[in-house]
């Protein structure tokens, strides 16, 4: 019997090693990892809850004031 519907998701090794360590937390987002760098398959339901999570979290990564682009 299928228990979850998944989204098949490709990213980069950063993004999947955040995904994973979200993971850990409580098993919400990953229904398999298929072992390669690039690739998740995400539970359908939880995918937009990742999106908004992720872009919190690489929003907080990229805006540091040492990355200033003014010349």
Avoid at 9 to 15: K, W
Avoid at 24 to 44: N, S, T
Wanted: proline share 3%; net charge negative.
């Amino acid at each position: 019997m299928l228990t979850h519907l998944g989204v098949l998701v490709e990213c980069d090794p950063s993004v999947k090693a955040i995904i994973l360590k979200y993971d850990e937390e409580k098993h919400d987002y990953i229904v398999e990892d298929l072992d390669d760098d690039r690739h998740l398959v995400i539970k359908e339901s939880q995918l937009q809850n990742l999106k908004e999570r992720l872009g919190q979290e690489l929003d907080q990564k990229v805006m540091q004031p040492e990355e200033s682009e003014s010349e």
